[in-house]
């Protein structure tokens, strides 16, 4: 049961990092209203400059990064759950 748990704790993870990366490097706009989607209480991060900055090239690497882990955390949770590791 603690094993499954985990598990879907590190797949519901990696999809998150996943989707994070590609909206931030596809559509910044649609990355900023997902993350105010997930940050509701976030009042200064609404205000924040780095939000008119986010569809520059700094983000999009960014972006690249955040989906490259977000894809080895997913991998990762697939060979344990297909008994690879």
Known sequence: MQRKFFLAIGLSMGLFAITNGVLLIL????????????????WVGR?????EDVGKTEYKILGLLILAVGIMIL????????GLR
Not at 27 to 42: N, T
């Open 27 to 42: 559509s910044p706009k649609h990355f900023l209203k997902f993350h105010d989607v997930w940050a509701r209480g976030d």
């Open 47 to 51: 205000t924040a400059p780095w939000r």
């Open 75 to 82: 991998w990762d949770m697939i060979s344990r759950i297909a």
